[in-house]
């Protein structure tokens, strides 16, 4: 009879999801309501974790619940450490999640809603998530050694170094592009400053409470860190309105560099118990309340979405960012379908914090889900509003106009009606001096946020407070993923440098965790910096790379994925990653080309370096087009070197010209009892 209840419970829910995505795939010329989207989101998450996910488990993986994981059998205290997996979740999810699906999908929307929410269904049941949960089980197999370090030994030495050039390469891209978007968020933020530095102390209470204090009592450390957490978003609000407090929390941008650049070396440095879990536990506190609250918001409001299905931008016009629906809808929105980012979280930090290997599903697929409805609620904040009032936002000032009455009459000719005095009303709301030329995606989804939460919770007299609200909890999602990818770059380079000098490679050695902290940290941390003191210079010039640099990570983590299947003797279900890995490589490899050689100058490097050029302009801005060209192209040839390596091993294995040992940790039995709940 139970089985039957369940039976029929699985069957409504797939028809509610397949009738969800019917509406939103099929309505042309009319609005329909959010609902439908959040609907079709949590049908379709479900139906992909409690089936796809479990064949991924049993079939591809096969999970051990009697092998004894890394984190049990090199427990040192300070790496490696057994965890309760709600804390690992906590810890992934918020490493994970950074800006991308927020940012991403805000600015896709440009193309209307379905594009980007077909992509987020389907790219992250069938590739983001499956590429975290495979990646983060071959880790916990071979003693939570980084993507680059199987790379060297799974695909081969050449396939390794290449791996280990290219990873690093745009690991530095992505955390200093991430350590300038935290900048950018909090200067002159006394509200969103103070919230995140109190976050801080509160998760080194949290990592000593539940390490010394109150050992294993997860929930009462909960509830610690709920509670405080809630005091410092109240605490900002009360900082920003109290002058002598605000005066100490309103930073500029070269103060905010150095004391992330030093919260990042702490951040790497001290045990994980410490900061670095407890503080990413914390933030998801932050972040899935925040986007539950958000969730309750479009049940209660049930708002309309007024951006249409496709837009006229699909052609490649768009003012937001130039290029076609394809492929540039599959680069912008990257985490929330598929990141490259998150294999090495998953190769990183996470893996030496597993108990079980039965906890890999729900801390690797399930996390990924849970970042992936945090792109489809960015998704509904960007649509609920009027596009005229999108695309005043986020079109830039050489496009739309510098002057709010031209950009509205500008932007009302494109077919969305605007005008500067709505725009203006529109800002004194939400505590600002303009929303015109706001762009990059952040101001936007603020104002969505905000806009469902007045209507839901507390009216219009509190949008102010939910905007910048919004704006904190951008940042905090950014700066989970500075910390813990700092971490994942330290374990890299120690993995590098064990192989000159076996000590360096030795995790727990003080030394190396300071000399190699102090590496990563410089890479990122001169980027950086120089960025901030200069617009057009540091990570400003690199910046451009940022979406394909991290889909091609992606591609690097499915060769090795694959690679490792097909070595298990299991090479009839390699097509779960390969499928992926062969999307992935068609659209960031067509991205690439039409960014290095489109003759269009808002597209093309090179066509915009020639524009500069003949026209005499800034030396600068034509040296940063021919120098992301030349990285687009490097970085195209190393993962092309990866993708024929692993194509050789493929091919070697399936005609029995090579041998198919996979390069697992011996087997050994845990001594852990299985957790509960």
Not at 125 to 131: A, D, L, R, S
Not at 593 to 615: N, T
Request: charged letters at 10%.
């Amino acid at each position: 009879m139970k089985s039957r209840l369940r039976f029929a419970i699985w069957v409504g829910v797939a028809l509610l999801g397949a009738l969800a995505l019917a509406t939103i795939a099929l309505h042309r010329g009319e609005q329909i309501n959010a609902l439908w989207l959040v609907t079709a989101a949590v049908c379709t998450y479900a139906v992909g974790y409690r089936f796809y996910s479990k064949f991924v488990a049993a079939k591809v993986l096969m999970l051990d619940p009697q092998r004894a994981t890394p984190a049990e059998r090199l427990e040192n205290g300070r790496d490696f450490l057994p965890t309760n997996k709600w804390v690992v979740f906590g810890h992934h999810f918020a490493a994970i999640a950074g800006p991308g699906p927020l940012i991403g999908p805000t600015l896709a929307a440009q193309f209307g809603y379905l594009p980007g929410t077909l992509w987020i269904l389907v790219g992250a049941v069938f590739g983001g998530c499956v590429q975290d949960f495979v990646i983060l089980l071959f880790s916990v197999r071979r003693d939570g050694k980084s993507l680059t370090e199987m790379a060297k030994e799974e695909i081969g030495p050449v396939g390794g170094l290449v791996a280990y050039a290219s990873v690093i390469s745009i690991l530095v891209i992505l955390l200093a592009v991430c350590a300038l978007i935290v900048v950018n968020a909090l200067k002159q933020s006394p509200w969103g400053a103070f919230t995140i530095a109190m976050t801080i102390p509160i998760a080194l209470l949290m990592g000593v409470y539940l390490r010394r204090l109150r050992p294993g009592r997860v929930l009462e450390t909960s509830a610690l860190g709920f509670v405080l957490v809630l005091a410092a978003i109240w605490g900002g609000q009360w900082a920003s309105q109290t002058p002598p407090v605000a005066k100490y929390f309103t930073l500029t941008a070269p103060g905010l560099a150095i004391a992330i650049i030093l919260y990042g070396f702490a951040a790497s440095a001290l045990p994980v118990w410490l900061l670095l879990a407890p503080r990413d536990y914390l933030s998801t506190f932050v972040k899935l309340g925040t986007i539950g609250l958000l969730a309750l918001g479009i049940v209660l409001m049930h708002p309309t979405l007024h951006m249409p299905a496709l837009t006229r931008f699909i052609d490649g016009t768009g003012p937001v960012f130039a290029g076609k629906l394809f492929p540039f809808a599959f680069i912008t929105i990257a985490c929330g379908a598929i990141s490259g980012f998150h294999s090495l979280i998953s190769s990183g930090t996470t893996p030496k914090l597993i108990r079980r290997e039965t906890e890999i599903r729900v801390v690797g697929y399930g996390a990924m889900l849970a970042e992936s409805l945090v792109a489809i609620m960015a998704t509904v904040a960007a649509c609920v509003l009027e596009p005229g009032t999108y695309f005043a936002i986020n079109s830039p000032a050489g496009i739309a106009g510098q002057v709010p009455e031209t950009a509205a009459q500008t932007i009302s000719g494109w077919g969305f009606p605007v005008t500067a005095a709505g725009m203006q009303a529109l800002a004194h709301t939400v505590g600002e001096q303009t929303l015109f030329n706001r762009t990059g995606g952040a101001p936007a989804f603020a104002v969505g946020m905000a806009h469902i939460f007045a209507n839901s919770l507390g009216g219009q007299a509190v949008m102010a407070l939910w905007y910048h609200f919004a704006l904190m909890f951008e940042a905090l999602f950014i700066l989970t993923v500075l910390d813990a990818g700092t971490r994942v770059g330290r374990f890299m380079i120690q993995d590098a440098l064990g192989h000159i000098w076996k000590p360096l490679g030795r995790t727990s050695w003080y030394p190396s965790i300071l000399a190699t902290s102090g590496l990563i940290v410089a890479a990122w941390g001169y980027f950086l910096w120089q960025g901030v003191r200069d617009p057009l210079g540091g990570i400003n010039s690199l910046w451009p790379l940022f979406g394909i640099a991290n889909q091609l990570l992606a591609a690097v983590a499915l060769c090795v994925a694959t690679t490792i299947i097909i070595k298990m003797h299991r090479a009839k279900y390699a097509l779960v990653t390969l499928v992926p890995l062969a999307w992935l490589v068609t659209v960031t490899f067509t991205a690439a080309w039409h960014k290095v050689f489109d003759p269009e100058p808002r597209i093309g490097f090179l066509a915009q370096a020639r524009q500069f050029a003949v026209a005499g302009g800034n030396s600068r801005l034509l040296f940063n087009n021919r120098l992301d060209a030349v990285v687009t192209g490097i970085l195209i040839v190393m993962v092309t070197l990866i993708l024929l390596e692993s194509a050789r091993q493929w091919l070697g294995i399936l005609t029995g010209k090579r041998e198919t040992r996979v390069k697992e940790s011996p087997f050994v039995v845990t001594r852990l009892a299985e957790e509960r709940g």
